[in-house]
């Protein structure tokens, strides 16, 4: 229980939430799903956004109630929380090797959840089948193929051929497609430079469609993409879905990437890690309480909420401490939001999402599928 639920509906009570809090903004949060939304239609291509970045299983059903057709996970916490609350369409975007969570997600398929994995060795299907047993309901399976960033996947596009007519041939899993995703292009800055670089890893994708095709395993399902490649992703036509996973709430590293060449992007910050002044004793800067612990501190800097405290800027000061330079008439206890550096890995720091808008604190979700496991 977080201890900020005695102020949900006080008039005012976001203001005066026990901090450092994460906020969501709950107007701008549906406006960046409904522009997604929006964009994938006229892309053709349906959203599943990856659920990764969020890790709450209540802004996965905002999600889905907004059209998507379920989220993604990568760990294998993710995929059983998502699964047990049985948000429907749960596309499990890692390999799962580890025998708990094999047995875990066999038995919530047995159950009913909605649950497709994906699959980048024959070995690891042979285990799945062998945990899984008959079933009249096979389970959904994708081949994972690298197209360039050598994390998971099929390593060529016979590997990819050979996994995909093994889920073919299987009772127990159903080959339902194919799944590429490449990370470290999402955050090229320049569009030109991005779309240049990931041009030549779709190719790669094509040609393993290509030989799919040839050997009559056209996938059903080619599932990718991310909030950084989703201009190109229209463009090219070759995913029929988008696991687009930061869109939802934008960081600091995603605002200074050129999303769609030539327009501002359209998405606007929905998380906030709101803060407080501790100490303002000193001249020039005063301290508050959002540190290490509390902001991820792997991209640039976090930044000062727009319009909050003009002209200010955040730098880390250690472990539960930042200070805020240039913040002219700041006091103890007064409020500082902070558009955090990089959404996901802040969001798994903190155990609640605060649900605001404006002043008011309309609900608090738990970030349920928090952790690493
Ligand atoms: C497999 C996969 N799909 C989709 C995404 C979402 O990417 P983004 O947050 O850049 O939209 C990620 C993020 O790391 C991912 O690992």
Known sequence: MSPNARLIGVPGGALRLVTPALVIDLPALRANLAEMNR?????????????????????????????????????????????????????????????????????????????TLVFDTIENVDVWESVLGRTARPLRALVDLDIGMGRTGAASPADAVAIARR??????????????????????????????????????????????????????????????????????????????????????????VELFPGEPNPYRFALYLRSSVVSANQPGYVSINAGFKSVSTDGPLPRVREGQWPGATYRFFGDEFGMMDGAAGCEVGDIVDLQTS???????????????????LLDIWPIDARGTL
């Open 167 to 256: 889920l073919e041939r299987s009772e127990e899993l159903g080959y339902a497609g194919l799944q590429a995703y490449s990370g470290r292009v999402q955050h090229i800055l320049d569009y030109r430079e991005r779309r240049s670089t990931y041009g030549g890893q779709l190719d790669r994708l094509q040609e393993t469609l290509a030989a799919l095709a040839a050997a009559d395993l056209a996938p059903a399902v080619v599932s990718g993409g991310g909030t950084g490649t989703f201009a190109i992703d229209a463009e090219r036509k070759i995913y029929t879905e988008s696991q687009a996973g930061s869109y939802c709430v934008m960081d600091v590293d995603y605002d200074a």
């Open 342 to 360: 990089h959404c996901d890995p802040t969001v798994n720091l903190h155990d609640f999402l605060h649900v605001v808008d404006g002043d008011t």
């Open 39 to 115: 964009r994938c239609a006229g892309a053709g291509m349906a959203l599943r956004p990856h659920g990764k970045t969020h890790k709450c299983t209540a802004l996965a059903r905002e999600q889905v109630a907004a059209g998507a057709v379920g989220v993604c996970a990568t760990t294998g916490r993710e995929a059983i929380v998502y699964a047990e609350a049985r948000i429907p369409g749960v596309l499990v975007t890692t390999p799962i090797v580890q025998r708990a969570h094999i047995e875990a997600l066999a038995s919530l398929h047995h159950e009913g959840a909605d649950i």
